[in-house]
Nanobody, 125 residues
Framework: QVQLVESGGGSVQAGGSLKLSCAAS????????LGWFRQPPGKEREIVAA????????YYSDSVKGRFTMSRDNAKSTTYLQMNSLKPEDSGVYSC??????????????????WGQGTQVTVSS
């Protein structure tokens, strides 16, 4: 199955932007539905965004809709999360995930069978 590695996390002031990347190896990237999840300190993991195999259909949580954009480049086996207008409450460990078992955006962690190691995002006020 596919292996996933996130990058691009870091610290930024409120109102700033970050772009996360998740590079895949192994498997067949275009067959994987992809998602981004985050876990804020002291809270449970939550869906941020998900995208279907072709990249034409995406889901966003209400808290990030209009500020974050998820995309994928199947030729580069990479998915991205562009995060704009960041808020302190966006802070947390961001993980990308993939599944070749479901089609369409998947919002439940149990649907995914491949996970990256996570990358820290810290937004200061």
């Amino acid at each position: 199955q596919v292996q996933l590695v996130e990058s691009g996390g870091g610290s930024v002031q409120a109102g700033g932007s970050l772009k996360l990347s998740c590079a895949a190896s192994g498997g067949t990237f275009s067959r994987y539905t992809l998602g981004w999840f985050r876990q804020p300190p002291g809270k449970e993991r939550e869906i941020v965004a998900a995208i279907n195999r072709s990249g034409v259909s995406a889901y966003y949580s209400d808290s990030v809709k209009g500020r974050f954009t998820m995309s994928r480049d199947n030729a580069k086996s990479t998915t991205y999360l562009q995060m704009n207008s960041l808020k302190p409450e966006d802070s947390g460990v961001y993980s990308c995930a993939g599944t070749d078992l479901v089609v369409g955006p998947a919002i439940n962690p149990e649907d995914y069978n491949a996970w990256g190691q996570g990358t820290q995002v810290t937004v200061s006020s």
